[in-house]
């Protein structure tokens, strides 16, 4: 079917194979979550929506080069789209030898195509695409693990490879994952439909941590170029802030809030003007955007009121930890036996080897690097971190600290084999070069 359409004119000169590949993997991570929730709420499948939507992404590879980009590319994808979803919905019609309700359902589908604001059903509680198709991916038939995998890989546009980092689990068995989640939605006839509200809660923790991955893969990028990619910790913020409307009286959902408002506010001050990243204790605090640490900070207050008298969820605590570097105007101001207590807390709350790993830090903050380093050493055969840069670079940076510089060299050498992102491996190869030179 020919994509070329009216409503996004091509007019820019062809483009090289190179330059398309970038500009397009650029586009799609941004575009594909909200093509899936739109043909997936067209035919009612998530599996085949993805199908339409990757079959899209190669008719602009084979089209672009040659007739140049539309002068809106995105307007070009979604409209390609919704037209590959009305062919799938007109070759089903035709298959169940329906044409009368396939006539009723290409109406409504048209319907649609020219007014994408148009009236929601009145029972939709929660009337946002994205947020829709993160519910029916957090379905209860799907594992827990399974619907956060999923949801990362339709919502947050990652690929396998950078959601097995965020899992620290191997890409075969994420891969695995969500091909049978896809396949348990079909097989099980999963509509797709929003949860009424008393549905929300046995879905909302799997919401939650998709969100707050989605958020993560944004903020500190598992592989690529960049250290940052803005776009994703937007796209999270802006789902978390519609979930706290849908679900006001939810304690942990303001957590989250809070943690990803307070880790936001840092972004401008996290990177050089060269992309280098900047390290939290050498940010310049001047550049913290004090009005989202405002908005943090009174989520978390709501946080913690919606939760008096019962025991603090695990967004909370992170959230109070984030509010100990927000409320600290200088470095050397940070509250670290504060924090090292509330990742004991955490690690209580919600035990993994990661939390573990960030009481050590605190503890070298606020006791030195001397009590930190068997804490560090005793997480070194973890399964979950036998292959985490961040292990070593941690345990580097505590044995430099000592004066181990030979050993600190060797761990930092060793954070940057495993770094996935361009930017942490040149910061780890940077500073093991420097254990070097200062030993010299």
């Known amino acids: 079917m020919a994509c070329g359409l009216a409503a996004a004119v091509v007019s820019s000169p062809p483009m090289t194979d190179e330059r398309l590949h970038r500009t397009l993997d650029a586009l799609w991570r941004m575009e594909s979550p909200r093509l899936v929730a739109r043909i997936a709420r067209m035919t009612g499948d998530v599996g085949v929506a993805e199908e339409l939507t990757q079959d899209v992404l190669l008719s602009a590879l084979e089209r672009w080069p040659a007739d140049g980009m539309p002068d809106n590319p995105a307007a070009w994808l979604m409209t390609a789209s919704k037209r590959r979803a009305i062919d799938h919905l007109r070759q089903r019609a035709l298959h169940a030898r329906k044409q009368v309700e396939f006539g009723l359902e290409l109406e409504a589908q048209g319907k649609d195509m020219q007014d994408d604001h148009a009236a929601r059903d009145a029972d939709d509680d929660i009337g946002d695409d994205l947020l829709r198709l993160m519910f029916v991916a957090c379905h209860p038939v799907l594992p827990s693990e399974s619907r956060v995998a999923l949801t990362l890989r339709l919502l947050g546009g990652l690929s396998t490879t950078e959601i097995a980092r965020a899992f620290l689990q191997p890409e075969p068995t994420v891969a695995q994952r969500i091909v049978r989640a896809k396949r348990t939605l079909a097989e099980k006839q999963v509509p797709f439909e929003v949860p009424r509200r008393a549905e929300l809660g046995e879905r909302l923790g799997a ?29 999270a913020l802006r789902l978390g802030r519609v979930l706290a409307g849908l679900l006001p009286d ?160 060797i761990a930092f050498e060793r954070a940057a084999d495993l770094a996935g992102n361009a930017r942490d491996r040149a910061l780890m190869r940077d500073r093991a070069a420097a254990c070097t030179a200062a030993h010299d």
């Open 207 to 235: 919401v939650l941590e998709a969100i707050y991955l989605v958020f993560n893969e944004g903020y500190a990028a598992s592989a690529g170029e960049d250290w940052m990619r803005p776009g994703l910790c937007d796209e």
């Open 250 to 409: 939810e304690s942990e959902v303001f957590g989250l809030l809070a943690l990803m408002e307070l880790q936001a506010s840092r972004a401008k001050a996290r990177v050089a003007v060269d992309g280098s990243p900047i390290l939290l204790m050498d940010q310049d605090r001047h550049r913290w955007d004090r009005l989202q640490i405002q908005r943090g900070l009174a989520a978390l207050e709501r946080a913690q009121r919606l939760a008096a008298g019962g025991a603090p969820g695990s967004y909370a605590l992170q959230a109070a930890i984030a509010a100990c570097h927000a409320r600290a105007r200088r470095a050397q101001d940070t509250d670290w036996p504060r924090i090292a207590a509330l990742y004991a807390v955490l690690a209580r709350v919600a035990p993994s080897p990661v939390i573990e790993l960030n009481r050590a830090v605190a503890v070298a903050r606020a006791e030195g690097p001397a009590a930190a380093l068997p804490l560090v050493d005793a997480l070194r055969n973890a399964p979950q971190l036998r292959d985490y840069g961040l292990l070593h670079a941690v345990r580097a940076d505590l044995l430099l600290q000592l004066g181990r510089r030979d050993e600190a060299r």
